[in-house]
């Protein structure tokens, strides 16, 4: 993918039906940007919080150009 909208598009990402998300108690969604540019380069899901034990399950999402550079590390710390 080349940019936001081959993103938005072909992978589905970022729909109405995605940002509807938010509507939703036990889901949240986030883009993953690059610092420097703010390209957009994948995405998180944040399903099932559990209060009690402070944790959230995550789902991840990252372009294959941008795999093995420590990038979702980065973005999971912050």
Known sequence: ???IDDVMTNADMFTDNWMDAYETKNRYSWAI???ETGEVIGRYFGMHPNDEL???ELVCEIGQA???QGLMTEA???
């Open 1 to 3: 993918m080349d940019c």
């Open 66 to 68: 941008w795999w093995n």
């Open 76 to 78: 999971t710390k912050k």
């Open 54 to 56: 402070r944790q959230v």
């Open 33 to 35: 940007q690059l610092e």
